[in-house]
């Protein structure tokens, strides 16, 4: 076995049973000489291989020169992951690798009986796999004793100091003894995980494989812009343009994963939701129809899918944007591994474009900017499918011969061909169709350059002479509050136009007239789309030419006390003129006889001040 050269022949063994031919990077740096009993801080891409390479990282440490372990007592290691899923499939790795050694794996996550896990420490465990909490309950109530370990191992270390594990990662830490090797392993190293491996390893090697300074190569980055009100129309597009055996859609909160999986199970799709809200029976189920075929799409929150892995993942969709680059690679790190194709959709809004342009420079992401697939090229795109489908190319078996001549005995050719594609589309949810937007390019364009418009002809006249222009009726006006500083910028995105084409606005009570420039008032009136709407359900009429501006006049001001001025200057209430030096409109009423603030109160005749009169009140 020299492709396993420096690995326990148990674990080789293992690893050859299991179909392993050689190791990745990161595995292979964690059985080199130098790491030889000591602590290391690991950071390598997801899918690399992580999981393994700590267990061959273990090995030597746990067996000490032994083939098998003995009886099993007080745990020799323990590995944290930060959620339940991860910590299971920790277990389920480390099982099949440490298969031949006899080791005994114990499990101790949040959602489990956590009496039928205290039985399972009591009888005894080589290693214990755990989230952070379940395992200091444990340690606390004296179930879980780490006198003997002899290695500490922290996956997603990263992801458990962001979800706030600290205070008990470190509990975990200073309980166990002294000399243990502690081995932390993360996608990224930000600030905090240098922090905490400075404060809690010793002499540690930092091994950081080559394959973390540059992204994915196997992932396909696509940021596909559309309207706000399009976001879901465009996710349904991407889903059935793709047609993934497995995809992901992550969502910033449980209610935006409840809402898709509502609506995606009304249009057709086999979708399953994850998310905190849920038992851990239901997420076992959910994570086990996605594995077996039942459900194609799962729908989740960042927390609920950390640590997962769907080997026939091929398709994510970000339907919310990560809050930042981290939790951008984490998401995408879900697809495109152990060398295979992945394509990571990002949905980005109009007014979310800048986000989205820092999110991918930060990640150091080059992605493709593009418009989300329309319902022609999905359409095309199942037309490709059915065309390559095997069972058109595949060589008629003898017990299908005799069946095949009896249908063209009975059906044309077409007849037969019209069947063979309906069903063939019969159970795929029909795509959306979308409002073509440009597709924005990345921090390099202008911000005001949206995509091919017309050539200008000739150069724009002057503001104060606009010249021919098309005039447009929108159906708000000063009662909803319409404001140019709101309004322009709308017709600039939704009618890809800019300032410069617009001329003069006239607000009117129920309504709003707007100029735009003849030679781009069709590319405008097409920008809008056949139902001609605004955003907020602000429609747009084209009128034939300019509006009668006195149809709604305004109202004429009425003086409250009916007194006609003798002249034509502004006048107060008792009739004087305003520009009096001793005319002020803000001066006191005269006060009432006998309240003066300053003179003495009212008396009545027994020397006490006066009550006010007391007067009911009618209900």
Same mark, same amino acid.
């Given at each position: 076995?020299?492709?396993?050269?420096?690995?326990?022949?148990?674990?080789?063994?293992?690893?050859?049973?299991? *179909?392993?031919?050689?190791?990745?990077?990161?595995?292979?740096?964690?059985?080199?000489?130098?790491?030889?009993?000591?602590?290391?801080?690991?950071?390598?891409?997801?899918?690399?291989?992580?999981?393994?390479?700590?267990?061959?990282?273990?090995?030597?440490?746990?067996?000490?020169?032994?083939?098998?372990?003995?009886?099993?007592?007080?745990?020799?290691?323990?590995?944290?992951?930060?959620?339940?899923?991860?910590?299971?499939?920790?277990?389920?790795?480390?099982?099949?690798?440490?298969?031949?050694?006899?080791?005994?794996?114990?499990?101790?996550?949040?959602?489990?009986?956590?009496?039928?896990?205290?039985?399972?420490?009591?009888?005894?465990?080589?290693?214990?796999?755990?989230?952070?909490?379940?395992?200091?309950?444990?340690?606390?109530?004296?179930?879980?004793?780490?006198?003997?370990?002899?290695?500490?191992?922290?996956?997603?270390?990263?992801?458990?100091?962001?979800?706030?594990?600290?205070?008990?990662?470190?509990?975990?830490?200073?309980?166990?003894?002294?000399?243990?090797?502690?081995?932390?392993?993360?996608?990224?190293?930000?600030?905090?995980?240098?922090?905490?491996?400075?404060?809690?390893?010793?002499?540690?090697?930092?091994?950081?494989?080559?394959?973390?300074?540059?992204?994915?190569?196997?992932?396909?980055?696509?940021?596909?812009?559309?309207?706000?009100?399009?976001?879901?129309?465009?996710?349904?597009?991407?889903?059935?343009?793709?047609?993934?055996?497995?995809?992901?859609?992550?969502?910033?909160?449980?209610?935006?994963?409840?809402?898709?999986?509502?609506?995606?199970?009304?249009?057709?799709?086999?979708?399953?939701?994850?998310?905190?809200?849920?038992?851990?029976?239901?997420?076992?189920?959910?994570?086990?129809?996605?594995?077996?075929?039942?459900?194609?799409?799962?729908?989740?929150?960042?927390?609920?899918?950390?640590?997962?892995?769907?080997?026939?993942?091929?398709?994510? /969709?970000?339907?919310?944007?990560?809050?930042?680059?981290?939790?951008?690679?984490?998401?995408?790190?879900?697809? *495109?591994?152990?060398?295979?194709? *992945?394509?990571?959709?990002?949905?980005?809004?109009?007014?979310? @474009?800048?986000?989205?342009?820092?999110?991918?420079?930060?990640?150091?992401?080059?992605?493709?900017?593009?418009?989300?697939?329309?319902?022609?090229?999905?359409?095309?795109?199942?037309?490709?499918? /059915?065309?390559?489908?095997?069972?058109?190319?595949?060589?008629?078996?003898?017990?299908?011969?005799?069946?095949?001549?009896?249908?063209?005995?009975?059906?044309?050719?077409?007849?037969?061909?019209?069947?063979?594609?309906?069903?063939?589309?019969?159970?795929?949810?029909?795509?959306?169709?979308?409002?073509?937007?440009?597709?924005?390019?990345?921090? *390099?364009?202008?911000?005001?350059?949206?995509?091919?418009?017309?050539?200008?002809?000739?150069?724009?006249?002057?503001?104060?002479?606009?010249?021919?222009?098309?005039?447009?009726?929108?159906?708000?006006?000063?009662?909803?509050?319409?404001?140019?500083?709101?309004? /322009?910028?709308?017709?600039?995105?939704?009618?890809?136009?800019?300032?410069?084409?617009?001329?003069?606005?006239?607000?009117?009570?129920?309504?709003?007239?707007?100029?735009?420039?003849?030679?781009?008032?069709?590319?405008?009136?097409?920008?809008?789309?056949?139902?001609?709407?605004?955003?907020?359900?602000?429609?747009?009429?084209?009128?034939?030419?300019?509006?009668?501006?006195?149809?709604?006049? @305004?109202?004429?001001?009425?003086?409250?006390?009916?007194?006609?001025?003798?002249?034509?200057?502004?006048?107060?209430?008792?009739?004087?003129?305003?520009?009096?030096?001793?005319?002020?409109?803000?001066?006191?009423?005269?006060?009432?006889?006998?309240?003066?603030?300053?003179?003495?109160?009212?008396?009545?005749?027994?020397?006490?001040?006066?009550?006010?009169?007391?007067?009911?009140?009618?209900?």
């Amino acid at each position: 076995m020299t492709e396993f050269a420096g690995v326990v022949p148990a674990i080789a063994e293992a690893l050859t049973k299991r *179909g392993y031919s050689t190791l990745t990077p990161v595995q292979t740096a964690v059985i080199e000489a130098e790491m030889s009993g000591r602590d290391a801080l690991v950071s390598a891409q997801t899918g690399s291989g992580k999981t393994v390479a700590f267990g061959l990282a273990l090995a030597s440490t746990l067996l000490d020169g032994a083939d098998r372990f003995g009886p099993a007592s007080k745990p020799l290691a323990v590995a944290v992951a930060p959620t339940r899923e991860l910590a299971l499939q920790v277990q389920r790795e480390l099982e099949w690798l440490y298969e031949m050694t006899g080791a005994v794996i114990a499990a101790s996550v949040g959602g489990m009986d956590i009496r039928t896990e205290r039985r399972a420490l009591d009888r005894g465990a080589h290693i214990v796999v755990g989230t952070p909490g379940r395992l200091c309950d444990h340690v606390r109530r004296g179930a879980l004793d780490l006198s003997a370990c002899r290695a500490i191992v922290l996956d997603e270390a990263d992801e458990m100091l962001d979800l706030g594990f600290r205070e008990d990662l470190e509990f975990l830490l200073e309980t166990a003894p002294a000399d243990r090797r502690t081995l932390m392993f993360s996608a990224t190293v930000p600030k905090s995980i240098a922090t905490l491996a400075k404060n809690y390893q010793r002499d540690a090697l930092r091994i950081s494989t080559q394959a973390e300074a540059k992204q994915h190569l196997d992932i396909d980055y696509r940021a596909l812009v559309v309207v706000p009100s399009d976001r879901e129309n465009a996710i349904i597009n991407v889903l059935r343009y793709y047609e993934a055996k497995n995809a992901l859609v992550f969502c910033s909160t449980r209610a935006a994963v409840n809402h898709l999986t509502a609506r995606f199970n009304n249009r057709g799709f086999s979708v399953v939701a994850l998310s905190g809200e849920l038992s851990q029976s239901e997420r076992t189920h959910a994570l086990q129809a996605m594995r077996d075929g039942r459900a194609r799409v799962c729908i989740a929150t960042d927390v609920a899918a950390r640590g997962i892995d769907l080997p026939n993942l091929e398709l994510v /969709i970000h339907a919310d944007l990560p809050t930042n680059p981290e939790t951008l690679l984490h998401r995408s790190g879900r697809t *495109g591994r152990a060398g295979r194709k *992945g394509v990571s959709a990002i949905i980005v809004t109009s007014n979310a @474009r800048r986000k989205a342009e820092r999110l991918l420079r930060d990640a150091r992401i080059e992605a493709v900017w593009a418009k989300p697939p329309s319902a022609d090229e999905v359409s095309q795109k199942d037309d490709e499918r /059915i065309l390559s489908d095997a069972a058109l190319n595949d060589p008629i078996r003898e017990d299908e011969a005799a069946f095949v001549q009896q249908v063209l005995s009975g059906f044309s050719a077409e007849q037969v061909a019209a069947a063979f594609v309906r069903l063939a589309r019969a159970g795929r949810s029909a795509p959306e169709d979308i409002i073509d937007t440009p597709a924005f390019q990345p921090s *390099g364009q202008a911000a005001g350059d949206r995509g091919p418009r017309p050539e200008r002809s000739e150069p724009r006249a002057p503001r104060g002479d606009f010249g021919d222009a098309v005039w447009f009726s929108i159906s708000a006006g000063r009662k909803q509050n319409v404001e140019p500083r709101w309004l /322009i910028p709308m017709l600039c995105r939704i009618g890809r136009i800019t300032k410069q084409e617009i001329g003069a606005i006239k607000m009117m009570p129920e309504n709003t007239f707007v100029e735009i420039a003849r030679e781009f008032s069709d590319s405008f009136v097409e920008a809008l789309g056949p139902k001609r709407m605004l955003e907020k359900g602000i429609s747009v009429t084209q009128l034939d030419g300019a509006p009668d501006l006195s149809a709604a006049p @305004r109202k004429p001001f009425v003086r409250k006390d009916n007194a006609a001025p003798s002249d034509s200057k502004p006048r107060w209430k008792d009739g004087e003129s305003a520009d009096r030096p001793d005319s002020k409109p803000w001066a006191k009423k005269a006060a009432k006889p006998g309240f003066s603030k300053s003179g003495p109160k009212p008396t009545d005749d027994g020397g006490k001040p006066a009550k006010k009169p007391f007067k009911k009140k009618a209900y």
